[in-house]
């Protein structure tokens, strides 16, 4: 077995990169143990028979995979849970996530003449209060007081 450290040595130098990403062509050998001076590694170097090891990266293809995963809407079970629910998605958005539908539909039910003004407030001031928990909720208790209300959307 040749010797071959100070070689490797030089040639980390030369190549700027530490003395294990030197790769030498184990077929040459012979040839890099007769290169003692800087010169004769910058030739081997220059001809392919000495050269500097790729730098090792951390793949960030788990991680490109567990985000796609996430936009679907997986990994979201009780083990992923740091907050509470209503950390996660705060109260006052899911009232506005509710109220604002319903309150939109009440407006288009009005604009279409389908519940006069009295009824729109009525239901409205319903709305503020809680009693219904979304759209459909309200279209069921129009119905049940007599309102024709088709959806035609």
Avoid at 78 to 94: C, E, I, N, V, Y
Avoid at 115 to 139: C, E, N, T, W
Wanted: glycine share 8%; net charge positive.
């Amino acid at each position: 077995m040749m010797d071959l450290r100070n070689q490797r040595r030089l040639a980390a130098e030369l190549l700027k990169c530490g003395e294990n990403r030197v790769w030498m062509d184990p077929e040459q050998l012979e040839e890099i143990e007769k290169a003692v001076t800087r010169r004769d590694i910058k030739n081997l170097i220059n001809q392919g028979i000495i050269k500097a090891k790729k730098k090792k990266g951390i793949s960030r293809g788990r991680i490109r995979k567990r985000r796609l995963q996430k936009s679907k809407g997986r990994r979201k079970g009780h083990g992923s849970r740091k907050g509470k629910a209503t950390a996660r998605l705060p109260r006052k958005r899911r009232w506005i996530q509710t109220i604002r539908p319903i309150r939109a539909y009440l407006r288009e039910l009005r604009d279409k003449g389908l519940i006069s003004r009295k009824v729109y407030r009525l239901y409205y001031r319903r709305a503020k209060g809680g009693q219904f928990k979304s759209k459909a909720h309200v279209r069921l208790h129009l119905e049940m007081e007599g309102y024709k209300v088709e959806e035609n959307e």
